[in-house]
């Protein structure tokens, strides 16, 4: 069993600075229907203009993971970490018991795209905490690679909830399966064409796996890249 959502059917929000596409309600976009899935509660994918971004504000109880497809983010929190996120780099931040951050595109000229997911966590009131990693881009080339995951093996980011999350970069000639044993999968497209157990998706799209004893990826024509969330 299955939903899709398509890249068009997700909200909307355009401030000028910044082009703002919600796979789930999130800000002035609200549909009763999509509080989230499991413990996904935001995807959003961000497209923030040169010199522009999210001045200082607060967050709390979520794990919160940037995921960097083309720029650079410049990240400032009040746990005293600085740093420059680029593509290939996954960054988690507990935002626990509170935390206030920025976010900028320090480019004067390019565009920053990127994606803002958020976790619900195991428990509420966890000290705030950072971490940030890159993955080489051959390391995803035609299979699947664990970015986060609760215990943080093979190198991924740790989260505080049993969700692992997998990036993947798909030829038109791959074709992977991952077994859900039980669990719930969320597959979101960051780029290209892919088909997922059977059905054709495009970037933007996402597909929620439910009662489904595996998920069937594979690229399309020219190939595509995906995101696989495996949830409780």
Do not use: C
Not at 49 to 61: E, K, N
Not at 88 to 110: I, Y
């Amino acid at each position: 069993m299955f939903e899709i959502i398509r890249a068009d059917d997700r909200g909307h929000a355009d401030y000028g600075w910044l082009d703002s596409r919600h796979t789930f309600s999130f800000g002035d976009y609200y549909d009763p229907n999509r509080m989230g899935f499991g413990h996904l509660r935001v995807i959003n994918e961000d497209r923030v203009a040169p010199g522009a971004g999210f001045p200082t504000h607060p967050h709390r109880d979520m794990e919160i993971i940037s995921l960097v497809l083309a720029g650079e983010i410049e990240h400032k929190d009040s746990m005293g970490n600085g740093s420059v996120i680029r593509a290939g780099d996954v960054q988690r931040m507990t935002a626990g018991t509170g935390v206030l951050h920025s976010e900028f595109n320090p480019s004067r000229t390019k565009p920053l795209h990127f994606l803002q997911i958020w976790i619900r966590p195991e428990r509420q009131g966890l000290a705030p905490g950072y971490e940030q990693k890159n993955f080489a881009p051959e390391a995803r080339a035609g299979r699947l690679l664990r970015v986060a995951s609760r215990s943080g093996a093979e190198g991924a980011v740790t989260l505080h909830q049993a969700t692992e999350l997998f990036v993947a970069d798909l030829s038109s000639s791959d074709a992977l399966t991952h077994g859900l044993a039980g669990r719930r999968g969320w597959v979101q497209v960051t780029g290209g064409l892919v088909t997922v157990n059977g059905e054709a998706l495009s970037a933007g799209d996402g597909i929620a796996l439910v009662e489904e004893a595996e998920a069937r990826i594979s690229g399309g024509d020219g190939g595509g890249q995906i995101l696989l969330f495996d949830l409780a």
